[in-house]
Structure formats: structure tokens, C-alpha cells
């Protein structure tokens, strides 16, 4: 059924739909019983050209939980594959659903997504649906990223569906609205590879080369230039996530897309002491995704991408291989120099001085080995305070003094130093245990947490604002766990 909201800002195109038919099956929403809001984002909505008032409503709850279609959608399912834990798998949405891709008043196009809509052919044994904890997590966790000016999927709104979905017990059903530069991922060029389409496999490179790298010049090679451009952007985006301490948890060549954002928070958390061996997630047991893997996962999954491209690269195929090994080689120094690049930030180096990689590796080293809060620590320094339990540690201190003596030793005043860490260290991460808290209140039907702790999260370089309660972690004797968001 259509929404009578027609005139509430939709500008949905259907660009995916014009890739060939292997990518991609039409497919509804299915309806659920009572639809209601549980939040919208009226920012995001506003930049998106949509008129946030008419939607925050109940008409805009229909059409978010999946009971009525927005002006001009054309619904579909996505087809992708994928490495999950180093297994190649055929997957698919099999529970979402692309309403269409919305043009915004600037001109840029954004997938348009219900998560949690139903089955799809895609679904395999799953229900196609989601529950209202892991879909608020979602939300919550990628406006934080968004917030720590990190790339990243958005959340448009989560919908109550009134109905319950089977878990290890029963759990109200939620539908989370994303909103992304696009769902492609690693795992549709697996898919198009798999299926042996080279037609539709380079349609595939013309389309994302098009969509996402619409300045990278015209060379015989565009899967090769597709390659090197994705590679680049996730070399970016892993340094990001290691300078905030943000473990995704699942990076399946399903969940990295190709765009360069963050996609899927399922077991996602960040870091609070630091240790590099930190793996959260219960169904990682072999620590496969741990916080210092994810660079070297990262090159292993633009590994699979390579392979998927390779017919494309070149027709013969050893002239292949090792085209497309030397666009990968540089990715492990790429994304180290970013990182520290970002690190150097974080301590307010703005110079280049003999002594600077051994004063940011001396740095790590002591976090590491005195469990030093990884957030805390550099807020702390920013703010011209010392680390919390470091009177008596004369490791610290000594580092400390080199660290003075080298901001002494640049051009700019120490003051302006730490302005700069204090726009490169955010003051707060969304803490896990106020994650959990607010996500078990919000699951029983007080959204008070939530909201509180999504206000402080998506104001992350607020020094000096942030009540304690967020900024600690929390209990050292707790050792945290996240549980797959299906
Ligand atoms: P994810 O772990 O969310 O990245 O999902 C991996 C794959 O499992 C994707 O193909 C999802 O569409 C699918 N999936 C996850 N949960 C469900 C569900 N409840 N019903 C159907 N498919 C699901
Ligand atoms: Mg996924």
C-alpha cells in the first residue's frame, strides 16, 4: 500500500535496480501489526531533504516499520555473498529490504533501508526480523561513529513492529531505517565472481566506480582502478576505527563496504583499557576480529575483492595476479602511516622530529602494560591533566616529561597543542556498560537511558561536559561480551 505522505520530501531513484538481474529481486516489506516510532532523527531527515515533521508521526511509522511503501519506492533485496570467518557463503538481505535510493537537496544519493522487514528469498532459516536492543544499538553506536567524524552508515529511525520475535526468549520486534551511501559490499563482487557473470561483474565495477569514486580518471583497467580506490578508503577507515578503539566485531567481506563506511554493528564495542589482543564478540573465539587483526582482516577480505575482480583485471590471469598484489601491497604500510599520522595528532605532534615514533610507541606501551583507559588517557592529556592512577608510576612520568619536552620542541604553543588533541580525542565513547544499560531499560520500555546517553554519545568533544557516569568504564571485574545482533 502507498503512504499517503507523498509530499513529505521523497525523491527515491532506483539506479541498483538497473544492474543486471543477478544483483538484485523485488521484494516487499511485510506488514506488522502496530508500527510506532520509537525514534526518529530529524537531523539526518532534514539533510535528506525529507520533512521530519510529517514523518515523525504515525503515517511515518508505517512507513518505517514496513506497512506502507514512501512516494515512488520500488523495493528490492539485494543479492551478496560473502567470507564469514573465513568461510565463503551465498547470503543476500535476508532481512532488509532497499526502499530506494533518496536524492537530497545537495544533490547526493542515499539508500534508503529497512532492517528488519521480513523475509526475503535471501532468508534462508532466519525470520527476517530483528529485535528492538541490537536494532537501538545500531542507532546509537553509528550516530556515535558519525558524531567521531568516522564514515559510516546512518540510522534514520527504529519502529516498534508490536510484534515479538523468538530469540533465547521472547523480545519486541523493532525495524531499523538505514540510511547509506550504498549496500554494496565485497560480497556482491563475490557473488557476481561466484555466478560467473563477467557482464554483469564489470556493470557492477562501472556502477560503484560511478557512484563512489566518480573522479578517479578512466584507465583500460577500471576493476583495477576500483580496487586501488577501495583500498585506499579502507585504509582510512581501519586507522579511524583503531584510533578510537572501536572493534566491529564481524568484519565479513559482507559487512565492508565499498563506499568506505562502518556497515553493520552487530558485536561492535570499543575499547576501555587498552590491550591490542581485546575481542569482544562471543561467537569470535579464535580472536580472528580482535582490535589489532582489523587491519590485517581488512587486507585479507580486499584479498577476496582482488580475487572476485580478477577476470576483469586481465584476461590472463597470472598478468592478474600480480597487478592486482602490487595494488595491495602498500595496504598494511597505508594503513599504519594513517594510523600514525593519527596518532601523532593525538598527542598534539604537529612536527616531525627524530624520537616521534618511539615517544608515540613508548605511549602505547605504557597504556598497554598499566591497562590505562585508552579513552581517558588521551582526554586526560588533552585537557593538560595527568591519567588517572599515575602519581606514583614513574614509567609515565618519564614519558610525560619526553612528551613536554617535545611539544616545547615545535613551533606552536602548547595551548593550541591541546586544542588540537582535544578535536582529535573525543572526551566520550558509548561506554559498554551504559550501552547495556540503556538497551535493557529501552527493551522493557523506558527509552530515558537511551535518549540521555545517545545525547552525550553524538557530543563526543564535549571536555569538561561529560558526567562521570559516562566517562568511566565499567566494572574492572566484569569482562564484557557481545552477542551477535540476530
Ligand atoms: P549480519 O550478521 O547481520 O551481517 O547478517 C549476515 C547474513 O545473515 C545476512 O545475509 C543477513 O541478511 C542474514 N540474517 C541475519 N539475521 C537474519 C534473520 N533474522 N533472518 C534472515 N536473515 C538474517
Ligand atoms: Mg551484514
Redesign the pocket.
Known amino acids: 500500500m502507498p503512504s499517503p505522505l507523498a509530499h513529505a520530501g521523497w525523491h527515491l531513484e532506483h539506479s541498483y535496480a538497473s544492474l543486471p538481474g543477478i544483483f538484485h529481486k523485488a521484494s516487499h516489506p511485510e506488514p506488522v501489526r502496530r508500527p510506532a516510532l520509537v525514534i526518529f532523527n530529524h537531523t539526518l531527515a532534514a539533510s535528506l531533504g525529507l520533512d521530519a515533521a510529517l514523518l515523525d508521526s504515525p503515517e511515518g511509522a508505517s512507513i518505517f516499520g514496513g506497512n506502507s511503501l514512501p512516494h515512488g519506492s520500488r523495493p528490492l533485496a539485494q543479492a551478496?555473498a560473502?567470507h564469514?570467518f573465513g568461510h565463503f557463503t551465498f547470503?543476500?538481505?535476508?532481512?532488509?529490504i532497499l526502499l530506494g535510493e533518496q536524492i537530497a537537496p545537495d544533490n547526493r544519493r542515499w539508500d534508503v533501508q529497512l532492517?528488519?522487514s521480513g523475509?526475503?528469498r535471501?532468508?534462508?532459516?532466519?525470520?527476517?526480523?530483528?529485535a528492538i536492543g541490537p536494532m537501538l544499538r545500531e542507532y546509537l553506536v553509528s550516530e556515535a561513529m558519525h558524531a567521531l567524524g568516522i564514515p559510516t552508515t546512518r540510522s534514520l529511525a527504529v519502529t516498534l513492529t508490536g510484534e515479538s520475535?523468538r530469540r533465547d526468549s521472547l523480545l519486541p520486534g523493532a525495524v531499523l531505517t538505514r540510511i547509506a551511501a550504498s549496500h554494496i559490499r565485497v560480497g556482491t563482487f563475490e557473488w557476481a565472481a561466484a555466478s560467473g557473470d563477467l557482464d554483469a561483474a564489470s556493470a557492477l565495477v562501472n556502477y560503484t566506480l560511478a557512484r563512489h569514486f566518480p573522479d578517479t580518471p578512466v584507465t583500460d583497467s577500471p576493476a583495477l582502478a576500483l580496487l586501488n580506490a577501495v583500498a585506499a578508503r579502507q585504509a582510512t577507515l581501519i586507522a579511524q576505527w583503531q584510533l578510537v578503539g572501536f572493534i566491529h566485531g564481524?568484519m565479513?567481506t559482507?559487512?565492508m563496504a565499498l563506499s568506505g563506511e562502518t556497515i553493520?554493528y552487530?558485536p561492535c564495542a570499543f575499547i576501555d583499557h587498552y590491550d591490542p589482543a581485546t575481542v569482544f564478540s562471543s561467537i569470535d573465539r579464535h580472536g580472528r576480529y580482535a582490535y589489532h587483526n582489523q587491519p590485517p582482516i581488512a587486507h585479507w577480505n580486499l584479498t577476496r575483492f582482488a580475487e572476485a575482480l580478477l577476470p576483469l583485471i586481465h584476461p590472463d590471469e597470472s598478468s592478474a595476479v600480480s597487478a592486482a598484489q602490487s595494488a595491495l601491497k602498500a595496504f598494511p604500510d597505508t594503513c599504519a602511516r594513517h594510523q600514525y599520522d593519527g596518532l601523532k595528532a593525538k598527542l598534539g605532534l604537529v612536527s616531525d622530529l627524530p624520537g616521534d615514533r618511539a615517544l608515540t610507541d613508548d605511549f602505547l606501551s605504557w597504556m598497554h602494560s598499566s591497562r590505562a583507559d585508552f579513552t581517558n588517557a588521551f582526554a586526560a592529556l588533552s585537557n593538560g591533566n595527568l591519567p588517572e592512577n599515575t602519581n606514583e608510576d614513574a614509567v609515565f612520568h618519564s614519558w610525560h616529561q619526553r612528551w613536554l619536552n617535545r611539544l616545547s620542541a615545535q613551533p606552536l604553543p602548547i595551548d593550541d597543542a591541546l586544542a588540537l588533541m582535544r578535536q582529535h580525542n573525543p572526551a566520550v565513547i558509548p561506554r559498554n556498560h551504559k550501552v547495556e544499560a540503556a538497551l535493557a531499560a529501552a527493551t522493557s520500555g523506558d527509552l530515558t537511558p537511551f535518549h540521555q546517553l545517545l545525547a552525550i554519545v553524538t557530543n563526543p568533544f564535549a571536555h569538561g561536559n561529560i558526567p562521570v557516569e559516562f566517562s568511566q568504564p565499567g566494572p574492572a571485574n566484569c569482562s564484557y561480551q557481545t552477542f551477535?545482533?540476530?
Open positions: 551478496y560473502g564469514q547470503l543476500g538481505d535476508g532481512r532488509a532492517k528488519g523475509p526475503t535471501f532468508s534462508r532459516r532466519g525470520d527476517g526480523r530483528a520475535v564481524v565479513n559482507d559487512n553493520d552487530g551477535c545482533g540476530t
